[in-house]
């Protein structure tokens, strides 16, 4: 799996993004061996009891592919461990491939390498912090949450490139 993710938040940002409580939406694009019907697509849609409870997906759309795979755009408001794939397998579809490709209303951009990651301006985080119902750090008074990780990571990045950037291999 990969997905768009967040380090270095501030704890209780970081535990609005990924608490399902908080039912912040997550897009996935995921690939699964056979393609959906229209009764497989209703129950995911509608609901499927998993062993720690209910859950379901709030909208499923094609995303095309060839031969037995077939992929599709998914969204959740949960993001319980493993959920995507534990849905897909309770209608009977293995999930081959599974990249979050939205998390709240920050998007993954497209293209992006595996393994490399994107930082956030101050507007992404203020945006990404009302999308989790976070408390948003005052503008211009001093350090907010992401600010003052922001500026540790680049007083540690020794040359980290431009953004995007890619890990060092």
């Not at 397998?89 to 491939?97: E, F």
């Amino acid at each position: 799996s990969s997905d768009v993710c967040s380090s270095d938040l501030s704890g209780e940002l970081a535990n609005r993004l990924m608490h399902p409580r908080f039912g912040l939406e997550r897009e996935y694009a995921v690939r699964i061996l056979g393609a959906l019907s229209a009764e497989e697509r209703a129950r995911l849609l509608e609901g499927i009891t998993l062993d720690d409870g209910p859950a379901q997906f709030s909208s499923i759309e094609d995303g095309g592919g060839e031969g037995s795979n077939c992929w599709y755009r998914v969204t959740i408001s949960e993001g319980r461990n493993r959920e995507v794939r534990r849905l897909f397998d309770a209608v009977g579809h293995a999930v081959s491939r599974l990249i979050r490709i939205r998390y709240g209303a920050m998007v993954l951009p497209r293209g992006l390498k595996r393994g490399a990651w994107v930082e956030l301006d101050e507007r992404d985080i203020r945006s990404l912090m009302q999308a989790a119902g976070a408390p948003a750090p005052e503008r211009g008074g001093g350090e907010g949450p992401g600010e003052r990780d922001r500026d540790r990571r680049r007083n540690n990045a020794r040359g980290a490139g431009p953004r995007p950037s890619t890990p060092p291999a």
